[in-house]
Protein backbone atom coordinates (compact mmCIF):
# COMPACT_ATOMS: atom_id res chain seq x y z
CA UNK A 1 0.00 0.00 0.00
CA UNK A 2 1.39 3.55 -1.01
CA UNK A 3 0.58 6.88 0.64
CA UNK A 4 -1.44 7.82 -2.33
CA UNK A 5 -3.46 4.53 -2.27
CA UNK A 6 -4.65 5.49 1.84
CA UNK A 7 -7.89 7.05 2.88
CA UNK A 8 -7.41 10.14 5.26
CA UNK A 9 -10.58 10.38 7.30
CA UNK A 10 -11.27 13.83 8.19
CA UNK A 11 -13.32 15.51 11.13
CA UNK A 12 -13.84 18.80 11.37
CA UNK A 13 -16.90 21.04 12.31
CA UNK A 14 -15.85 24.10 10.39
CA UNK A 15 -16.28 23.47 6.61
CA UNK A 16 -13.89 25.95 5.50
CA UNK A 17 -11.43 23.61 7.36
CA UNK A 18 -12.74 21.10 5.38
CA UNK A 19 -12.47 22.16 2.16
CA UNK A 20 -9.49 23.50 1.87
CA UNK A 21 -8.06 20.39 3.78
CA UNK A 22 -10.01 18.27 1.02
CA UNK A 23 -8.62 20.20 -1.91
CA UNK A 24 -4.64 19.97 -0.18
CA UNK A 25 -5.40 16.11 0.06
CA UNK A 26 -6.69 15.34 -3.03
CA UNK A 27 -4.36 17.30 -4.86
CA UNK A 28 -1.58 14.50 -3.01
CA UNK A 29 -3.75 12.08 -4.51
CA UNK A 30 -5.46 10.92 -1.09
CA UNK A 31 -8.56 9.53 -1.09
CA UNK A 32 -10.48 11.78 1.56
CA UNK A 33 -13.55 11.42 3.52
CA UNK A 34 -14.42 14.05 5.68
CA UNK A 35 -17.06 14.71 8.39
CA UNK A 36 -18.69 17.31 9.62
CA UNK A 37 -19.46 16.39 13.20
CA UNK A 38 -18.14 13.43 15.30
CA UNK A 39 -21.25 11.58 15.37
CA UNK A 40 -21.40 11.14 11.77
CA UNK A 41 -18.12 9.90 11.59
CA UNK A 42 -18.22 7.22 14.52
CA UNK A 43 -21.51 5.74 12.51
CA UNK A 44 -19.75 5.88 9.16
CA UNK A 45 -16.05 5.00 9.54
CA UNK A 46 -14.52 1.87 8.34
CA UNK A 47 -11.51 0.32 10.08
CA UNK A 48 -11.37 -2.13 6.97
CA UNK A 49 -9.91 0.70 4.66
CA UNK A 50 -6.14 1.98 5.29
CA UNK A 51 -5.44 5.41 6.21
CA UNK A 52 -5.35 7.66 9.13
CA UNK A 53 -7.56 10.24 10.70
CA UNK A 54 -7.24 14.16 11.06
CA UNK A 55 -9.86 15.36 13.93
CA UNK A 56 -10.33 18.76 14.89
CA UNK A 57 -9.60 18.92 18.68
CA UNK A 58 -12.77 21.07 19.92
CA UNK A 59 -16.21 19.98 18.59
CA UNK A 60 -19.49 20.15 19.44
CA UNK A 61 -21.02 16.92 21.62
CA UNK A 62 -17.45 14.01 21.16
CA UNK A 63 -14.71 15.95 20.71
CA UNK A 64 -11.48 15.04 19.04
CA UNK A 65 -10.23 12.96 22.34
CA UNK A 66 -13.46 11.50 22.62
CA UNK A 67 -13.33 10.13 19.30
CA UNK A 68 -9.35 8.82 19.93
CA UNK A 69 -11.25 7.07 22.95
CA UNK A 70 -14.03 5.74 20.71
CA UNK A 71 -11.65 4.48 18.32
CA UNK A 72 -9.53 2.77 20.77
CA UNK A 73 -12.12 1.25 21.89
CA UNK A 74 -13.27 -0.06 18.99
CA UNK A 75 -11.36 -1.19 16.59
CA UNK A 76 -7.75 0.22 18.41
CA UNK A 77 -6.23 0.37 14.75
CA UNK A 78 -6.62 3.90 13.10
CA UNK A 79 -4.00 6.43 13.64
CA UNK A 80 -4.82 9.61 14.55
CA UNK A 81 -3.44 13.19 13.36
CA UNK A 82 -5.09 16.21 15.40
CA UNK A 83 -5.74 19.97 14.51
CA UNK A 84 -6.31 22.85 16.83
CA UNK A 85 -6.61 26.22 17.56
CA UNK A 86 -6.74 25.56 20.91
CA UNK A 87 -4.95 23.06 22.21
CA UNK A 88 -2.61 23.57 25.38
CA UNK A 89 0.42 21.28 26.23
CA UNK A 90 -1.17 18.99 28.58
CA UNK A 91 -3.95 17.95 26.10
CA UNK A 92 -1.20 17.17 23.75
CA UNK A 93 0.55 15.47 25.93
CA UNK A 94 -2.50 13.77 26.75
CA UNK A 95 -3.44 12.64 23.25
CA UNK A 96 0.13 11.44 22.27
CA UNK A 97 0.16 9.06 25.46
CA UNK A 98 -3.02 8.21 23.58
CA UNK A 99 -1.46 7.06 21.13
CA UNK A 100 -1.68 9.94 18.67
CA UNK A 101 0.86 10.30 16.06
CA UNK A 102 1.07 14.02 16.12
CA UNK A 103 -0.70 17.46 17.19
CA UNK A 104 -0.68 20.37 14.89
CA UNK A 105 -1.38 24.03 15.79
CA UNK A 106 -4.20 25.69 13.04
CA UNK A 107 -3.53 27.00 10.33
CA UNK A 108 -0.93 24.10 9.54
CA UNK A 109 1.64 24.13 7.36
CA UNK A 110 0.89 21.76 4.39
CA UNK A 111 4.29 19.94 4.82
CA UNK A 112 3.92 19.36 7.66
CA UNK A 113 0.63 17.91 7.70
CA UNK A 114 1.82 15.85 4.53
CA UNK A 115 4.75 14.67 6.90
CA UNK A 116 2.18 13.67 9.49
CA UNK A 117 0.03 12.24 7.66
CA UNK A 118 2.77 10.20 5.76
CA UNK A 119 3.53 8.70 8.83
CA UNK A 120 0.91 7.92 10.60
CA UNK A 121 -0.13 6.00 6.89
CA UNK A 122 3.20 3.70 7.68
CA UNK A 123 1.94 2.97 11.17
CA UNK A 124 -1.11 1.73 9.46
CA UNK A 125 0.23 0.27 6.83
CA UNK A 126 2.69 -1.99 9.20
CA UNK A 127 0.10 -2.48 12.09
CA UNK A 128 -2.09 -3.99 9.00
CA UNK A 129 1.06 -6.05 8.30
CA UNK A 130 1.39 -7.33 11.69
CA UNK A 131 -2.21 -7.99 12.05
CA UNK A 132 -2.18 -10.18 9.29
CA UNK A 133 0.63 -12.11 10.01
CA UNK A 134 -0.65 -12.61 13.20
CA UNK A 135 -4.29 -13.68 11.71
CA UNK A 136 -2.74 -15.96 9.10
CA UNK A 137 -0.60 -17.41 12.15
CA UNK A 138 -3.75 -18.46 13.96
CA UNK A 139 -5.24 -20.17 10.96
CA UNK A 140 -2.00 -22.36 10.85
CA UNK A 141 -2.19 -23.20 14.38
CA UNK A 142 -6.01 -24.26 14.33
CA UNK A 143 -5.29 -26.76 11.92
CA UNK A 144 -2.85 -28.85 14.12
CA UNK A 145 -4.29 -31.36 16.14
CA UNK A 146 -4.64 -31.63 20.07
CA UNK A 147 -1.22 -34.18 20.24
CA UNK A 148 0.38 -31.54 17.64
CA UNK A 149 -0.27 -28.58 19.92
CA UNK A 150 1.22 -30.82 22.64
CA UNK A 151 4.11 -31.60 20.69
CA UNK A 152 4.33 -27.82 18.95
CA UNK A 153 4.70 -26.67 23.10
CA UNK A 154 6.90 -28.89 24.12
CA UNK A 155 9.36 -27.99 20.93
CA UNK A 156 9.43 -24.31 21.57
CA UNK A 157 9.93 -24.73 24.83
CA UNK A 158 12.81 -26.33 23.87
CA UNK A 159 12.38 -29.89 24.26
CA UNK A 160 14.34 -32.57 22.64
CA UNK A 161 12.57 -35.27 20.77
CA UNK A 162 13.56 -38.55 23.16
CA UNK A 163 12.16 -35.77 26.15
CA UNK A 164 8.79 -35.07 24.25
CA UNK A 165 8.25 -38.47 23.53
CA UNK A 166 8.85 -39.48 27.05
CA UNK A 167 6.82 -37.19 28.53
CA UNK A 168 3.97 -37.79 26.05
CA UNK A 169 4.39 -41.51 26.67
CA UNK A 170 5.02 -42.10 22.91
CA UNK A 171 7.73 -43.06 20.75
CA UNK A 172 10.65 -40.60 18.97
CA UNK A 173 9.43 -41.91 15.64
CA UNK A 174 6.20 -41.07 16.81
CA UNK A 175 7.24 -37.67 17.46
CA UNK A 176 9.29 -37.47 14.69
CA UNK A 177 6.40 -38.04 12.70
CA UNK A 178 3.96 -35.23 14.49
CA UNK A 179 6.78 -33.14 14.15
CA UNK A 180 7.05 -32.94 10.69
CA UNK A 181 3.24 -32.77 10.75
CA UNK A 182 3.39 -29.45 12.77
CA UNK A 183 6.48 -27.82 10.81
CA UNK A 184 4.61 -28.27 7.49
CA UNK A 185 1.17 -27.21 8.84
CA UNK A 186 2.81 -24.02 10.42
CA UNK A 187 4.75 -22.80 7.21
CA UNK A 188 7.85 -23.24 8.78
CA UNK A 189 11.39 -24.94 8.08
CA UNK A 190 13.57 -24.18 11.85
CA UNK A 191 12.39 -24.37 15.48
CA UNK A 192 13.66 -20.56 15.91
CA UNK A 193 10.96 -19.99 12.51
CA UNK A 194 8.15 -22.50 14.64
CA UNK A 195 8.58 -20.74 17.51
CA UNK A 196 8.13 -17.07 15.94
CA UNK A 197 4.90 -18.37 14.19
CA UNK A 198 3.60 -19.71 17.16
CA UNK A 199 4.17 -16.53 19.42
CA UNK A 200 2.89 -14.38 16.44
CA UNK A 201 -0.22 -16.53 16.34
CA UNK A 202 -1.04 -16.31 20.41
CA UNK A 203 0.12 -13.11 20.57
CA UNK A 204 3.31 -13.48 22.42
CA UNK A 205 2.39 -15.71 25.06
CA UNK A 206 3.52 -19.68 25.47
CA UNK A 207 1.63 -21.72 23.12
CA UNK A 208 -0.74 -23.82 25.64
CA UNK A 209 -1.28 -27.98 25.53
CA UNK A 210 -4.94 -28.34 25.21
CA UNK A 211 -4.62 -31.31 27.59
CA UNK A 212 -3.36 -35.04 26.78
CA UNK A 213 -4.53 -37.32 23.52
CA UNK A 214 -4.88 -40.93 24.49
Excluded: W
Amino acid sequence: MSDTTATVFLVDDDEAVLRALRRLLGAAGYEVRSYASSIQFLAEHDPAAPGCAILDLSMPGIDGLGIQTALSAGSGMRPVIFLTGTGDIPTSVRAMKAGAVDFLTKPVQANDLLAAISRAVAIDREGRHARNGAAGAAARLATLTPREREVLTLVVAGRLNKQIAHELGTSIKTIKVHRARVMAKMGVRTVADLVRASELAIGGGPAQPPGHET
